[in-house]
Each structure stands twice: as structure tokens, then as C-alpha cells.
């Protein structure tokens, strides 16, 4: 009787074993979601990712990223989504395109600037700094007076 | 004196660029849909749940498509701009109660007063995605082959309704 009793005891343990999902619904999605989040710009809260972000917005978008993700879509389709409504903004690495060459090759444009600069600055300096040319009487004096020194002290 | 000029140069540039910068709003971000078609939605309405509104059923005609909630501070404050709008009757005005309680909209239209012609609840916020709503309240021109011709990032004012907006639905209302 007593086993029996056991036994009942541990059925409701088999269907709940049977229901139990785990934590994340799927490990791999989320992690993907959190890759993607991570280079997503949260609109309400600027200077902060989709994935840091805690604004209502956020979390409405990292919803549609997670069905987007589930629905088997790209990153690329997925960034596409995004950019089409909120515009490059959304972006935290902005593409290359008319507008924005001036960022990106900005830095390279300076480079050159700076080291044309440099270049021309130096050989300048090298033309006001005159050679010193030594002749061998100047040889001689400094010999006498590296001399006369040692003997002084 | 004359080696100090370049670099002055500069500096007067950066100082120009930085003020340039200042007079900016970064939370302006232009839209991407301004010129696009205005993204289908068909939802329920507020006062009548039954009843659908659709971007179908808003062809032909200039409309503003104005997003809004009642816990959003900014909509209190460019509700009289649309209750003056509304009055003098030029453009219709369609609501979009942007993730808000239904009970909570109805309450706050019936103490403040409604300026729309008719609303519809965006309870899930996705048809707010679909038209890059990131703060309410927004509002978009539409025109009549249902294109968006201008959006506003929070919230209306007499100036910007008289310098862009009236302007721009009166040109469009011509078409």
C-alpha cells in the first residue's frame, strides 16, 4: 500500500518534468540577439545599445529582433529592418556612403595633412641649421682645449 | 605674427563647427520614411473596438497621423495646438494611441478633449516601429496617394504648424 502510494506521489513529478522549459527559450537566439543589440543604437536613451537599454522602445525592438530571429532572417535583413525606419542612426557603425565620407576618411585626410606638415617643417629646419663643416684647425683647437681642461682639473 | 595665423585659422573653424553644433537637437533624427509610402497598419479603434481604421481607408485625402498617449507629458502639451487645429477644420487630424490603456486614452481625451477625427490603439507599439516612433508624441503629414511628406519629432507648435506644416498640406491639398 505504501508503495503505491509512493508511486501516485511521483506522477505529478513526470508531468512537470515534462513541462519545464528551460531559462531562455533558445540559448542560440539570444545569443545572437545580444551580438546584434550590442551594435544597435536604443533611440529614447542616445548613448546607449539595444541591448544596455532598458526604455519601453528598447524592448519592443529587442521583441521584433527575437521574431525577426526566429523567422530565420539575417543580420543583414535584420539591420535593414531597422535602418529603413529609424534611419543610420540606428547604427553604431555608420556605412560608408556619400554622407558620411568625410567621416570616414576624415582621419586618413588628417594623417596625410599632418604628416605633409611634418615633412615640410623638417626640411625647412634642415635648410636654417647650417652644415658644420670642421676644419682641421677647429680639430686641433678642440684637441688643445679638451686638453688644457683635463690638466686644469 | 604672422605664424600664429594658421592655427587661429583653425581654431576660429572648430569654434564655428562646435557652435554650429549647439544650436542642433540630437534627438531630431531624421526620418528615412519622409518621402517612402506610409506603412499599412489596420487596428482597432478607441472608442469603438469593433471598428477597424485603416491606411485604406484614408486614400485621397491630406491627413495628419498624429501619435500620442495619455501617460506622455509632451502630447498634454501640443494638445491645444491640435484642439485649435481641429476647430478651424483645414486637415483632418487621425490619432494613434501609441501603448497606452484603452480606459486610461478614452479618460484622458474625455477630460482634455478630442481633437481627432478618429483613433486607433497601437497597443503592441508595432505599428509605431513600422513608422520609427521613438518618442511621442509624433506627428506625420500623409498625403492623398498616402505617401509621408514630413514628419515632427515631438511635440507641435503654432510656429512649426504655420511655417511647415499648413503650408506644406495646403500645397498638397491642391494636387
Redesign the interface.
Known amino acids: 500500500m505504501r508503495r503505491w502510494l509512493l508511486v501516485l506521489l511521483l506522477i505529478p513529478c513526470l508531468v512537470s518534468a515534462e513541462e519545464a522549459k528551460p531559462l531562455a527559450e533558445n540559448p542560440q537566439a539570444e545569443a545572437r540577439l545580444k551580438t546584434l543589440a550590442l551594435e544597435l543604437r536604443c533611440?529614447?536613451c542616445?548613448n546607449q545599445t539595444l541591448a544596455d537599454s532598458t526604455a519601453?522602445?528598447a524592448e519592443?525592438?529587442r521583441r521584433?529582433v527575437r521574431e525577426m530571429i526566429a523567422k530565420n532572417m539575417s543580420d543583414q535583413e535584420i539591420r535593414d529592418f531597422l535602418?529603413?525606419?529609424?534611419?543610420d542612426?540606428v547604427l553604431y557603425r555608420p556605412p560608408l556612403k556619400a554622407t558620411t565620407t568625410f567621416l570616414w576618411l576624415g582621419p586618413f585626410l588628417l594623417l596625410v595633412v599632418g604628416g605633409v606638415t611634418l615633412a615640410l617643417a623638417l626640411r625647412r629646419r634642415a635648410k636654417t641649421v647650417p652644415d658644420p663643416t670642421l676644419s682641421a684647425e677647429d680639430h686641433q683647437a678642440v684637441a688643445q682645449m679638451l686638453s688644457e681642461g683635463i690638466k686644469r682639473s | 605674427m604672422k605664424r600664429f595665423l594658421l592655427p587661429l585659422a583653425i581654431f576660429v573653424v572648430v569654434v564655428g563647427f562646435l557652435g554650429i553644433g549647439l544650436t542642433l537637437n540630437?534627438?531630431e533624427?531624421?526620418?528615412?520614411?519622409v518621402g517612402k509610402p506610409a506603412p499599412e497598419f489596420a487596428l482597432p479603434q478607441l472608442h469603438d473596438p469593433q471598428q477597424m481604421l485603416s491606411l485604406q481607408d484614408l486614400r485621397g485625402k491630406v491627413w495628419l497621423l498624429n501619435f500620442w498617449a495619455s501617460w506622455c507629458g509632451g502630447c498634454k502639451e501640443e494638445h491645444p495646438v491640435l484642439m485649435q487645429l481641429a476647430k478651424n477644420g483645414e486637415v483632418p487630424i487621425y490619432g494613434m494611441d501609441y501603448?497606452d490603456r484603452r480606459d486610461e486614452g478614452v479618460a484622458w481625451l474625455r477630460r482634455w478633449g478630442n481633437p481627432y477625427s478618429v483613433i486607433a490603439v497601437d497597443e503592441?507599439?508595432?505599428v509605431?516601429?513600422?513608422?520609427?516612433v521613438?518618442?511621442v508624441p509624433e506627428t506625420y503629414v500623409i498625403d492623398k496617394a498616402g505617401v509621408i511628406r514630413y514628419k515632427q519629432i515631438g511635440p507641435l507648435d503654432e510656429s512649426i504648424l504655420d511655417k511647415k506644416i499648413m503650408p506644406l498640406v495646403r500645397e498638397l491639398q491642391q494636387q
Open positions: 533611440l529614447v542616445q519601453p522602445l519592443d525592438l521584433e535602418v529603413q525606419r529609424y534611419g542612426f | 540630437p534627438r533624427v531624421p526620418s528615412p520614411l501603448k503592441s507599439g508595432r509605431g516601429i513600422n513608422y520609427g521613438y518618442g
